[in-house]
């Protein structure tokens, strides 16, 4: 497990209007320093401008999704362990505090958590999905949307399922980028659909923490903890 944040950075995270986009800009910043470490391991790492049918831009954002995938693997792993130390584990009733600051096990699975969202973010950033096409589409993300204190009780299986749901949104996202390395034939991408692929990604999301009783701000402040996380890998060379 890694060290946490200070309190000092703790206390500087600032929700911003947007949530979505501030996600997004965090990305953008630990994907320069990430690039530059995958290239310098013999990588192929595609630059900003990203086109979207390029074989190797898609082929970039195919790795990314996979790479969310295994993080919801490790997510339901983490998921088990913490249902499993508790007395009659069949309700999800916590009201997560905004840190990693919980017990062991909670704290592995919300990380884990976390990762799911930092992947999806750069994968979302290479595609050029617009996030007004999240908000529109997605009622937990929308900046519009109140946030207020959930009451949901949700079982294990409701919270697993909503898991297992990701895998599948992103393969559904991902039938849409067509010139696959084997191709000799180019085929321009249908970005509306694909768009709409990837917002349900950001929707399936939003449900897992919705059933986790976890509000949009709070969302935004553990992705934020895991950024700095990262942000203290890539100093230390981890």
Not at 156 to 173: F, K, R, W
Request: net charge negative; with cysteine; aromatic share 10%.
């Amino acid at each position: 497990m890694s060290n946490q944040p200070s309190i000092e950075t703790l206390n500087q995270i600032v929700t911003p209007d947007s949530i979505v986009q501030g996600i997004l800009d965090h990305q953008r910043t630990l994907m320069v320093r990430y690039d530059e470490i995958e290239e310098a391991a013999g990588f192929i790492v595609p630059h900003s401008p990203w086109d979207l049918d390029n074989k190797f831009v898609q082929a970039r954002i195919k790795e990314l999704m996979f790479r969310a995938v295994e993080e919801v693997a490790e997510a339901e792993d983490a998921l088990v362990s913490v249902l499993e130390s508790r007395p009659g584990n069949m309700l999800w009733n916590a009201k997560w505090q905004d840190t990693f600051d919980s017990n062991e096990l909670e704290r592995a699975f919300l990380e884990e958590i976390s990762d799911v969202m930092h992947f999806v973010a750069e994968a979302t950033i290479l595609a050029g999905v617009p996030v007004e096409k999240i908000t529109e589409l997605s009622h937990f993300w929308s900046d519009d949307t109140p946030q207020g204190v959930h009451t949901l009780s949700a079982s294990s299986c409701d919270i697993a399922s909503a898991m297992y749901q990701i895998p599948i949104i992103l393969g559904g996202a991902a039938r849409f980028l067509k010139n696959k390395p084997w191709k000799q034939t180019h085929r321009a991408t249908d970005t509306d659909s694909f768009f709409s692929e990837m917002a349900k990604v950001w929707c399936g999301m939003g449900k897992i923490f919705d059933l986790l009783n976890i509000t949009r701000s709070t969302a935004f402040r553990l992705y934020t903890l895991k950024f700095h996380i990262n942000q203290q890998r890539q100093e230390s060379g981890y």
